[in-house]
């Protein structure tokens, strides 16, 4: 399975690490590449920082999610990426972003991530997966 | 065919739908798995709450806009959901969803819904789909 | 390769035009069905309108970005699209997203697009591709 990361959308980030966690867990390999806003959460500090604009609108306060999550069982983001970079998940930060946006591999959380790639690592592990998606 | 709906904008419910159903009518199996926002819009009442807005902004008010669709001979939402199911469509609620948002299966629209499920049933769903995706 | 383009955001129209330009530079085929607002950037002017609200969020400037993707070899969205056709991709309108927005094909680059096509056309190419992306 691959999944490019497009958004920084906490919501998009859960769907793509619940999906990649859930498929290591079904003993498939799982790659995640992270480029434009996804890759900015990857910035230290960046799981942190207000992103639940959108689950506020529902009517739902940020600490009224956590509660809900907490009891879903369901790990923070953090929790999520730590688990999938160790149950051997590929955590991949796109170059041209960090360019465009100059951001540096020093800026990133390194412990994280597995390596830098462009668009043709992502290719070339896309065509090996059964299941591409874009989020 | 796999889609999963996270989407609740209903430009993509639309795109979903038409693609999905398109699916079926050439002979193939398609399945929905609706999270989060695309979730949402299956509560009881939740197709009809306004969510053109995006549309609007394109100068096309809600009204112009139905009677567009009409004259494409595109059906409603209402519509092409039903047809999907009736065509042999599946249609999965996504349980941890349905947790975290303290949705109950009562407050969902069940006539539509085949099934909850979590992530392993999409994965399996997906893992024999010549197309998935993520809207 | 085939790609749905939806969504009419520049970030994300650059990030289907160098995946899909990157498939044709690897020896794939690949198609772009450009639907709703991602047609609409394909009407005549439609590439140079403002879109990158969200890019400035990030406190980049137009200018900045521009002086950024050229720095790091990212050609304009105009050169992508032109570069991509010329290598040999396939660019389809939408024909229903035609109907409901009103567009005419005097309306859209015609330089640019292969073909009109409808849902079938789009599944059929994808039931034959090893990567189907919605973006």
Known sequence: MSIIVH?????????ALILATGALAMG??????????????????GLERGGLSRMN????????MRR?????NVASLERLLKDF????????ACDMTMEI???KMEDLREDLITDCGAVGTYL?????????LFI
């Open 101 to 103: 946006m100059g951001i």
């Open 7 to 15: 958004s920084g959308d906490m919501d998009k980030l859960y769907s």
């Open 124 to 132: 070339e592990e896309a065509k090996q997966s059964r299941i591409n």
């Open 28 to 45: 498939m390999e799982a790659s995640l590449f992270f480029t434009f806003w996804g890759l900015v959460r990857l910035k230290k500090g």
């Open 85 to 92: 970079k160790e149950l051997g998940g590929k955590i991949i």
């Open 57 to 64: 609108m529902l009517g739902l306060g940020r600490w009224m």
């Open 68 to 72: 809900r999550m907490k009891r879903a």
